[in-house]
């Protein structure tokens, strides 16, 4: 028996898939925030042996519905949703047009630069992007990547194919071409893939042809897909995409359009969440014995409080001296790589189940006064320490979602 006021809302797009099980986390935390009454039906898995059909907007035909959130880059499915005149949201970026259809997504230009931000902290300065040739959201982030890295000064290069291109090749046909772009590329370099399972390709490819990873080739992908990451050898270094922040923004778009309100002009863009940094990234790449020696001391004093003055005579040369050949081996200054360690520390320990104050977390990460501490963990991470910890919170209860 349908509730008085309820709404059933499609959600087209399987649960099973990871960063979707969190989106739909935002979706529900959304609707309990506004204490609305939202039925919410999900497909069904994606696994062909569990012998259930994708749905899609044709799948709607003749079911009474009052919403959808959708996933598709089809052009006809979107002109179909488009006359069928109910509100819906898409979440796709494979079209830089949704064709009328409100969407929300992750801001991928954005994520771009915060892969390359990652890279270069590493101290690298080779880095290249591995994506699709014919998807929109792959060209964002591919743009974002190559203008951080125009910025610093560091060398670019890409490697693009087309979706789908390897579904008629074996294994070794498709390695063939990756395998042939790796061994040209300068090492060592860091590689942003354009997502999580292009990245576990990557370091399969690694490992035919006897490429370290990380100390020859750092790898790093997208949409923190904990199965894949985890499973990797070694582990993936991941960003993830917000994905109950879009999954909430996708729900309070919907409710207004449910209401009879105007959606925005342009994409509803979602800020990425944090790196989660694991195996494939985790070192520091820099030949120079004094930057290395300046790393090193970073490394091992996080909790003292120091000034670049300090590290400079530790490093035995001058203040100045150290500043130009840290940024010339790393891209930033010394000052800016220190804050960016001890912000990361800083996130490692707001998400341990341990309660901490937030004081005490930033003296354990050295920093000398609080509003320093807040200034630069919002200068790094777009986002308060306490905001942080909520929002890595919830990633952490809604992935469990079923």
Not at 57 to 68: F, I, P
Not at 162 to 187: C, E, F, R, V, Y
Not at 322 to 329: A, D
Not at 358 to 370: L, N
Request: one cysteine or more; aromatic letters at 8%.
């Amino acid at each position: 028996m349908r509730i008085k006021n309820e709404r059933k809302i499609a959600l087209l797009y399987p649960a099973s898939v990871p960063w979707f099980a969190r989106l739909m986390g935002g979706v529900r935390q959304y609707v309990r925030e506004n204490d609305l009454e939202w039925r919410l039906f999900s497909s069904p898995p994606a696994i062909h042996g569990t012998a259930e059909s994708t749905l899609c907007v044709r799948s709607l035909e003749g079911w009474k519905r009052d919403g959808v959130i959708l996933a598709t880059s089809d052009k006809r499915e979107l002109q179909m949703a488009r006359r069928m005149k109910i509100p819906m949201v898409n979440l796709a970026a494979g079209l830089a047009d949704s064709h009328g259809i409100p969407r929300v997504m992750v801001d991928h230009y954005r994520a771009g630069q915060v892969a390359a931000d990652h890279l270069l902290g590493q101290g690298l300065r080779n880095l290249a992007f591995f994506g699709w040739s014919d998807l929109w959201y792959s060209e964002r982030r591919q743009s974002g990547f190559a203008d951080q890295a125009k910025k610093s000064g560091a060398s670019m290069t890409c490697f693009l194919q087309q979706a789908n291109h390897a579904a008629n090749q074996s294994w070794s046909q498709s390695m063939t071409g990756i395998t042939k772009w790796l061994k040209l590329l300068p090492k060592p370099v860091g590689i942003f893939a354009v997502h999580d399972y292009r990245a576990q390709v990557l370091i399969e490819a690694c490992q035919e042809i006897q490429l370290r990873v990380p100390e020859d080739v750092a790898v790093i992908g997208m949409d923190n897909d904990e199965i894949v990451c985890e499973h990797s050898a070694p582990t993936l270094t991941s960003i993830s995409r917000n994905s109950e922040r879009v999954g909430w923004e996708a729900a309070r778009l919907l409710e207004r359009l449910l209401e009879g309100g105007q959606p925005e002009q342009d994409d509803v863009l979602v800020e990425p969440d944090s790196v989660t940094v694991r195996q494939s990234t985790d070192m520091l790449y820099c030949t120079d014995p004094i930057v290395r020696r300046a790393l090193d001391y970073m490394m091992e004093n996080l909790k003292t409080q120091f000034n670049i003055t300090h590290l400079a005579e530790y490093a035995g040369v001058s203040k100045r001296t150290l500043e130009m050949r840290f940024r010339e081996g790393t891209g930033t200054s010394p000052h800016d790589y220190l804050s960016r360690l001890r912000v990361k520390r800083a996130q490692a320990l707001l998400q341990l189940p341990q309660k901490r104050a937030i004081q005490q977390i930033a003296t354990e990460c050295g920093f000398g006064t609080m509003p320093t501490f807040y200034a630069a963990f919002h200068r790094v991470t777009g986002k308060s320490p306490a905001g942080f910890k909520r929002d890595a919170a919830a990633q952490t209860t809604a992935g469990g979602i079923p």
